[in-house]
């Protein structure tokens, strides 16, 4: 089973950025791989997805901010978040979009945006 381990997080002002990395033990790219979110009290919601042809779709709250990209050869996919707003705190997880997240989940990385 592939392993998934988010980092990148941490503490930025409003209007900050910050770049997530999510790297897998394995080979992840025959499938669409999202970035998901979890805010205290929420529902987990996905918020980016790239697919296996290279399409990234963005949520709403997050277009024109974000951008999610991948390293093949290093298993990784990225999410570059710009212009971060306190509604963007949350605990960010990837996973494939197949199935809500067919690989066990990691242990995410901690967002937390100071207005």
């Known amino acids: 089973q592939v392993q998934l381990v988010e980092s990148g997080g941490g503490l930025v002002q409003t209007g900050g950025s910050l770049r997530l990395s999510c790297t897998a033990s394995g080979n992840i790219f025959s499938n669409s791989m999202g970035w998901y979110r979890q805010a205290p009290g929420k529902q987990r919601e996905l918020v980016a997805f790239i697919t296996t042809d290279g399409l990234a779709t963005y949520s709403d709250s997050v277009k024109g901010r974000f951008t999610i990209s991948t390293d093949n050869a290093k298993n990784t996919v990225y999410l570059q978040m710009n212009s971060l707003k306190p509604g963007d705190a949350a605990v960010y997880y990837c996973?494939?979009?197949?199935?809500?997240?067919?690989?066990?989940w990691g242990p995410g990385t901690q967002v937390t945006v100071s207005s």
């Open positions: 996973n494939t979009v197949r199935g809500g997240g067919v690989f066990n």
